[in-house]
């Protein structure tokens, strides 16, 4: 079967080659479409991903991680107190103006946190460490915001609303959706980012063993008023989803999508279909002689088969190399095997769906048409 | 004993293309018997090709009854179809039809590999059928690198090589020399009295005297009968 497929194949190269563009371009652009998805929504929900708290305490309003507002610092004591609960660690966000020695400017999203808790310190560091944030002036940065350093040094110094600062934790790829994060305590990021003392952005929770992230949750959910209470991974998705459908992000990427297998499907279809016509003569001698209809449905299947594994072959590697490159410009995220397992249904879908018009014409011609 | 292969009944074919009609074949009761090699004359487009269609169950009757070995073929779906014309009916069409893509040896074996032998004993069988038509070193080759006798020779070869009951054979010889036609009509006559039905089409009268019994069609009628 697949050696008659080939035979085809090979006789009617350059259709051949033309249906396996299509597979190529379209699962080359959904896959790079997808990673870009991947990559936004990773940074979305960075923060929350990040943190190693199990509950993630905030004002009742707040629906995102981005965008916190403010809640009382009173509640802090308070959580202390409800049963499962193991630390009750306050954390600030604030925005701020970061300016370097050479002039650069950039807006930064502070995050001041606790120590020694530190329930959302930096991630991805690559040089110093989280402990490097306790000394006075220091903040964390990463080395994909600064277009203007090349190297990012420990020690670097720069100005944050004004007051200097130094950086004494580097991270490679620990980026936010709304732009800059830089990580200090919770004091300089008041200090800087002039938040009072009794507020505080939201309250992270670690949960007792032997007890459920969620039990405790209902329990704060039931007991306290102008406050919510959010397993992590929950807020995590809440958060995604509120980003997604403010953003058209999600919109957009979909419809990309969906006219990346539109135009693949057209593609494969009409030269798979172009390259039946061409050789209807043969199918129908094959059908004179013997072959019934689900044999050539199987031939032209086959041949769809083969184009779509070369397709997305190429494909596959064309993606991996896009994400190398683009790890470079700081732009980081991981194809899971869930979404290679996608790519390669979408793969079948277009190819064999292409493949239906061809296999609807070649069922309908006679064996009888050998004769014209 | 010959025994009745292949049997049209008040067979009739009839073409419509826009408002006009064609009868491509009137009715025609005709009986194909094993042992026996039946010469079909007639001028261009008086329903030869139609004819030995209808025999080969590649076209259906408009009217009438086509039995293939006693069944009854309209009645049989496409599978079935399929696998009478495959057990039982070589074909050697007239404008040769070698499937273009494939190689002159894939072309021979391909019946066999539809019947479903392994690949191995196919090729073997459709390389031992080849040599007998003289184009042992011509296996690879596409048809579209064969000379009209060669693929002519090719389609011959791909008719015969599943041992078929029926073969039916449009202009066989219209692109071969002398020497190739003697040998060509000599086997299928040998094949005939081994108890094959053997149907020829053909304008050359040299074949007439290797017929067992002759057609004339014209009109789309059998004006003539004789049996040598
Ligand atoms: N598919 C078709 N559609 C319309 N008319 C057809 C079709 N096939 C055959 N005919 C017509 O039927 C008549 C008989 O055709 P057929 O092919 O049987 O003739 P033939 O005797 O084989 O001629 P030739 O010697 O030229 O091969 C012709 O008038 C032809 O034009
Ligand atoms: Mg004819």
Same mark, same amino acid.
């Given at each position: 079967m697949f050696r008659q497929a080939l035979q085809f194949i090979n006789y009617d190269k350059p259709k051949a080659f033309g249906a396996t563009l299509g597979v190529l371009v379209a699962i080359f652009l959904i896959g790079q479409q997808a990673g870009i998805f991947i990559f936004l929504t990773s940074l979305m929900t960075s923060l929350v991903d990040n943190s190693k708290a199990d509950i993630w305490v905030v004002n009742d309003k707040a629906r995102d991680a981005n965008r916190l507002g403010t809640l009382d610092m009173r509640y802090v004591q308070e959580l202390k107190s409800v049963p499962g609960v193991d630390i009750a660690s306050p954390l600030v966000l604030a925005g701020a103006s970061a300016k370097l020695q050479n002039g650069e400017q950039l807006p930064v999203q502070l995050i001041g946190v606790e120590a020694p808790e530190f329930l959302l310190e930096p991630w991805r560091v690559v040089k110093g460490s989280k402990f490097g944030l306790l000394s006075n002036g220091a903040v964390s940065a990463d080395v994909f915001d600064f277009k203007s350093i090349d190297t990012l040094r420990i020690g670097e110094p720069l100005e944050v609303n004004g007051v200097r600062s130094y950086v004494r934790t580097v991270t490679r790829g620990a980026r936010g959706f709304g732009g800059t994060l830089m990580v200090t305590t919770i004091n300089q990021a008041r200090k800087l980012g002039k938040v009072p003392v009794y507020k505080a952005s939201a309250i992270l929770l670690t949960v007792q063993p032997g007890f459920s992230a969620d039990s405790v949750v209902a329990a704060i959910n039931r007991n306290f008023f102008g406050v919510r209470a959010w397993e992590r991974e929950a807020f995590s998705r809440q958060t995604r989803q509120e980003n997604l459908s403010n953003s058209g992000i999600g919109t957009s990427t979909f419809t990309l999508i969906i006219f990346a297998i539109i135009s693949g499907m057209v593609i494969i279809g009409l030269t798979l279909y172009s390259a039946a016509i061409e050789r209807l003569n043969d199918y129908a001698t094959m059908k004179a002689i013997g072959a019934s209809n689900a044999y050539v449905t199987r031939i032209i299947l086959a041949q769809a088969l083969l184009i779509a594994t070369v397709g997305f072959a190429m494909a596959a590697g064309l993606l991996v190399a896009f994400q190398r490159g683009i790890a470079n410009a700081g732009v980081l995220f991981n194809y899971g095997s869930m979404l290679w397992v996608g790519l390669l249904l979408a793969t079948l879908f277009l190819s064999l769906g292409g493949a239906l018009l061809a296999i609807f014409r070649i069922r309908k011609v006679e064996p009888a048409s050998v004769f014209r | 004993m010959p025994e009745v292969l292949a049997r049209l009944e008040q067979a009739k074919k009839v073409y419509r293309t826009g408002d006009t009609t064609i009868v491509a074949l009137d009715s025609t009761t005709l009986d194909i018997r094993s042992q026996e090699l039946v010469l079909v004359e007639g001028p261009s487009g008086s329903g030869k090709t139609t004819l030995i269609s209808l025999i080969g169950c590649v076209i259906y009757p408009t009217e009438g009854k086509v039995f293939v070995r006693n069944i009854h073929t309209s009645g049989l779906n496409d599978r079935q179809l399929s696998k009478l014309r495959l057990k039982n009916i070589g074909f050697v069409f007239q404008n040769f039809n070698?499937?273009? =893509?494939?190689s002159a040896l894939d072309n021979v074996a391909f019946p066999l590999r539809l019947m479903g032998k392994s690949g191995r004993e196919a090729y073997k069988e459709a390389r031992q059928q080849l040599e007998k038509l003289g184009l042992a070193d011509r296996g690879k080759n596409l048809p579209r690198e064969l000379s009209g006798g060669q693929k002519q020779r090719v389609a011959i070869a791909r008719a015969l090589v599943a041992n078929p009951r029926i073969l039916l054979c449009d202009? =066989?010889?219209?692109?071969?020399?002398h020497d190739s036609l003697k040998k060509i009509m000599t086997e299928l006559r040998n094949l005939s009295q081994e108890g094959k039905a053997v149907v020829v089409v053909t304008h050359d009268p040299r074949l007439e005297e290797y017929a067992d019994r002759i057609i004339r069609v014209e009109d789309g009628r059998i004006v003539d009968e004789v049996t040598g």
């Open positions: - | 070698l499937i273009a =893509p494939f202009e =066989p010889t219209a692109s071969l020399d």
